[in-house]
């Protein structure tokens, strides 16, 4: 079978979709006697950098504005997988809920419907509002994320029943830890910037009120007062931040995963969470749940407890493992051979 893939999200700097992406490709890597045509675009030239990462396959990079490519299969569906790359696939896999169009079948990847759900706050992914009904009808294969997730799309789009696939994130290998010069005692560590769903204005007050610094890590057009900002940081500088703040919390209003659950798990790092979308499903026990700002103070003082925290820790430790982008890597290659 030959497959294109749409790597264009690996250009930029992996957060989301890019980071599930090069995991999922990492992970089937020389493990498929699939073929694989790999399309990317940009006016700032190519690089091979990923190869080395990614099953042997055949690169195609087109200088051609990326924004624009993407007002065009955003809104009219094309041009194809074929013309933009003179290759003609069996197969396109989309790393999101939109397909790339093409003359063969059609793999489309949902995270969650929270822009779909909640258009006002959607920001840049309202665009997807636009194409979603035509991409669930059309798709050949729907991967979800989480049950959460998968029940989600089956409850806005119940004729995708018999080709939805659940396939579950894995831990992704972090490099050495890299020290962040100027952090010093507690900290809290909040991952998603300014996102609206990721609501960092709650984790901000817990801030103030529990009277502990608040790092955070992803984009925002002004960060608050009082915080520590970082628009973006290196895996070892992010392991960093999960091995020595004292909780993450994670105050997201609705989460297709959650994947710095996990990896705040696999580093020992207790997390706080409200009780909302998949992190229930993922952490099951092993993350604290909250609801009101006093709950998240009062469970930080309980984590000053060592054997409080250390059963925190030690019960992630466990849950942690069940969740492995091998076990992904196979899944996925399993529904590819249904298609």
């Not at 790092?215 to 290196?234: A, H, L, R, T």
């Not at 250390?310 to 969740?323: C, Q, S, Y």
């Amino acid at each position: 079978m030959k497959i294109g893939i749409d790597i264009r999200p690996l250009f930029l700097k992996p957060t989301g979709v890019g980071i599930w992406l090069l995991s999922l490709l990492e992970s089937i890597n020389g493990k498929s006697n699939h073929s694989f045509i790999y399309f990317s675009t940009s006016l700032k030239g190519k690089s091979f950098e990923l190869k080395r990462k990614l099953p042997d396959g055949k690169f195609i990079h087109r200088r051609f504005p990326g924004k624009l490519l993407d007002f065009l299969l955003l809104n009219f569906l094309w041009p194809s997988f074929e013309a933009l790359t003179g290759e003609e696939v069996d197969v396109t896999l989309s790393p999101t809920p939109i397909y790339f169009p093409t003359r063969g079948k059609k793999i489309i990847t949902v995270h969650d419907l929270y822009f779909y759900e909640r258009r006002k706050k959607a920001g840049k992914f309202t665009i997807y509002t636009r194409k979603l009904k035509r991409s669930m009808n059309e798709a050949d294969l729907v991967i979800a994320v989480s049950k959460y997730t998968g029940d989600k799309v089956l409850s806005y789009f119940p004729e995708v029943t018999e080709k939805l696939k659940v396939i579950y994130e894995g831990l992704r290998e972090f490099p050495e830890s890299e020290k962040i010069e100027g952090l010093i005692g507690e900290f809290l560590l909040f991952t998603g910037g300014c996102i609206h769903r990721k609501n960092l204005p709650l984790a901000v007050e817990i801030s103030r009120l529990s009277k502990i610094p608040l790092v955070v890590v992803g984009e925002c057009e002004k960060y608050p007062e009082g915080v520590i900002g970082f628009p973006y940081i290196s895996d070892g500088k992010l392991r960093f931040l999960y091995e020595n703040a004292f909780a993450l919390i994670f105050p997201s209003f609705d989460e297709g995963f959650g994947l710095p659950v996990i990896e705040a798990m696999n580093f020992g790092l207790p997390v706080l969470s409200l009780s909302r979308g998949a992190v229930s499903e993922i952490a099951g026990d092993s993350v604290i749940f909250c609801e009101t700002p006093d709950d998240f103070v009062k469970s930080l003082k309980k984590l000053k407890d060592r054997g409080f925290r250390d059963k925190i820790v030690e019960r992630a430790k466990d849950r942690v493992k069940l969740f492995s982008w091998e076990i992904a890597g196979e899944e996925f290659l399993n529904s590819l051979e249904k298609l």
